[in-house]
């Protein structure tokens, strides 16, 4: 089955406890992405990657890292994570690096919570 | 800056009704205006997308209606269900620019009435 698996699905921890949230795709994707979801604030992109060894900042890349040693996985790293970190993340691929031409598949999220 | 702004935040529609969600764009070089589904717990699913050289695209009960003069574009759900309660996203695609080109709207969350 053709998915996008992030893990943990939740975790809740402390201020500056380093943690990393994991995503792997079996689609053979090009591009790969995190996006954080918050109340009233939609869908907005903390990091991509076009291919191996390529990634770029989104539109809230502060407090984030993110590394592409493989095709298929896609790690997203907090460092000193902070409660206005406390988000849900999603990990999401797409087939080629059209930017937003391909449709993107979507992991079922991680609910973090940072205390 | 948002560059995709949707309407209504909610949106309460009997069963068997239409629901409508609008959005609209300022940036003129977006090429490619995709809607996105989400359940509670699950991640957004694509649900229908469109180009800007189309006004109107229809997959069974869903339609986007596209306005390239108006740089607006709308969701219709044609005898909602029940079922078609979620969250919906409308996106655009920007080819060119430093970050990457999918922009999403702030969400819209749908209920149908039984």
């Known amino acids: 089955e053709a998915q996008v698996t992030q893990n943990p699905r939740y975790l809740i921890t402390v201020t500056g406890k380093k943690l990393t949230v994991t995503c792997s795709q079996n689609m053979n994707h090009e591009y790969m992405s995190w996006y954080r979801q918050d109340p009233g604030l939609g869908l907005r992109q903390i990091y991509y990657?076009?291919?191996?060894?390529?990634?770029d900042k989104g539109d809230v890349p502060e407090g984030y890292k993110v590394s592409r040693k493989e095709k298929r996985n896609f790690p997203l790293i907090l460092e000193s994570p902070s409660p206005n970190q406390t988000s849900l993340y999603f990990c999401?691929?797409?087939?080629?690096?059209?930017?937003?031409?391909?449709?993107?598949?979507f992991g079922d999220g991680t609910r973090l919570s940072i205390l | 800056q948002q560059q995709v702004k949707q309407s209504p935040q909610s949106l309460i529609v009997q069963k068997g009704g239409i629901s409508i969600i609008n959005c609209a764009y300022e940036?003129?070089?977006?090429?490619?205006f995709p809607w996105y589904q989400q359940f509670p717990g699950k991640g957004p699913a694509l649900l229908i997308a469109i180009r800007p050289d189309v006004s109107e695209k229809k997959e069974g009960r869903f339609t986007i209606s596209f306005n390239k003069s108006a740089k607006q574009f709308s969701l219709h759900i044609m005898d909602s269900q029940p079922g078609d309660s979620a969250t919906y996203f409308c996106?655009?695609?920007?080819?060119?620019?430093?970050?990457?080109?999918?922009?999403f709207g702030k969400g819209t969350h749908l209920i149908i009435q039984p």
């Open positions: 996106a655009a695609n920007n080819p060119g620019g430093g970050a990457d080109g999918l922009t």
């Open positions: 940036n003129t070089a977006f090429d490619y």
């Open positions: 990657s076009m291919n191996v060894e390529v990634t």
């Open positions: 999401a691929s797409s087939l080629r690096a059209d930017r937003g031409l391909q449709p993107q598949h």
